[in-house]
């Protein structure tokens, strides 16, 4: 796990294949397919599906995300502090248009509007309240992106720039691309992205027919001010 923590560090990501066995990625799938899609957390489009606090939505397919190989490279790689704020599912179908500049995660999801020094501004989406937290918490979370398909720069793999992260709130038109490079993350089935909510990156249209299913799991390990509570809330037991 030495060099996952080195590029983590470093580049503000690292690809992880083989966290999961297409059997399990199957089971994850079939779980997927099972939902009612007419609640007021999923989105649906012809570019994009999608269904925000995923877990809660989909409770049964927590332990099939969180086996043994994923929940040690989250121990080894960040150690036994963190815990589950944030859960999407990403579908983009094979005809998709839709696209994503480069752009940081700046918010993170929470309970409710609290006016608090550091805290804002807020926005609401699907009911749900997000905020821009302190730079620390954005600075010390991370997010897990699992891939239930082959992705590359043809189904809309993220482009990044290594080492963004360490850049502090990074506005996309401010990027010198004199200095900065762009890598596309390519990911096999079963593989993970672990990345840094401060890395920039973007998405392209899809050009291969070809889906590109992905669950973005965020994690933290720090509590925030009285008042405010994390949207979503799920301890990782060994």
Not at 67 to 83: C, D, M, Q, R, T
Request: glycine share 4%.
């Amino acid at each position: 796990m030495t060099d996952t923590i080195k590029e983590v560090n470093t580049n503000g990501f690292s690809i992880i294949n083989e966290i999961y066995t297409p059997k399990e990625v199957k089971s994850i799938i079939e779980i997927i397919d099972q939902v009612d899609t007419h609640k007021a957390t999923f989105r649906k489009s012809a570019d994009l599906f999608a269904i925000r606090q995923f877990l809660k939505e989909l409770p049964a397919i927590t332990e099939h995300l969180f086996n043994p190989k994923l929940k040690s490279l989250i121990h080894s790689v960040f150690g036994e502090h963190y815990f589950l704020v944030k859960s999407i599912y990403f579908d983009k179908p094979q005809s998709s248009n839709w696209f994503v500049s480069y752009h940081q995660d700046l918010t993170i999801s929470v309970d409710q509007r609290v006016d608090l020094p550091g805290f804002g501004p807020y926005t609401t989406k699907q009911d749900q309240f997000a905020v821009q937290p302190p730079l620390p918490i954005l600075e010390q979370n991370f997010t897990v992106r699992i891939h239930l398909d082959d992705t590359d720069e043809g189904n809309g793999a993220l482009k990044v720039i290594p080492g963004s992260h360490k850049k502090g709130v990074y506005k996309a038109n401010e990027i010198d691309w004199n200095i900065e490079k762009e890598l596309s993350c390519n990911v096999r089935t079963g593989g993970v992205m672990i990345m840094k909510p401060l890395l920039l990156h973007s998405s392209s249209r899809t050009t291969n027919n070809r889906k590109r299913r992905v669950i973005h799991l965020e994690f933290s390990r720090q509590s925030l001010p009285e008042g405010l509570s994390w949207a979503e809330f799920l301890e990782i037991h060994n």
